[in-house]
């Protein structure tokens, strides 16, 4: 168990990076089972992570488009 939730924290911890290298601001992740949002509170971009597909489902505007703010 702790195994996932380290991997779990790796993960969601690329993703924040990969939205910040775009400007967004990434402050805390929301999560229900083996699904995590997150938004930045600038400019309301989402990102969405799905943990029980393979490869994980990584998605949302907070990866494709700079933060206005």
Do not use: F, N, T
Request: proline letters at 6%; charged letters at 25%; aromatic letters at 2%.
């Amino acid at each position: 168990m702790l195994s996932a939730a380290m991997q779990r924290g790796e993960l969601l911890g690329g993703v924040a990076k990969r939205a910040r290298q775009l400007g967004h601001e990434i402050v805390r992740w929301v999560a229900h089972d083996q699904e995590s949002i997150a938004m930045c509170p600038r400019c309301h971009a989402r990102l969405y992570v799905r943990l029980d597909a393979v490869p994980p489902v990584v998605d949302g505007e907070a990866l494709d488009h700079v933060c206005p703010s």
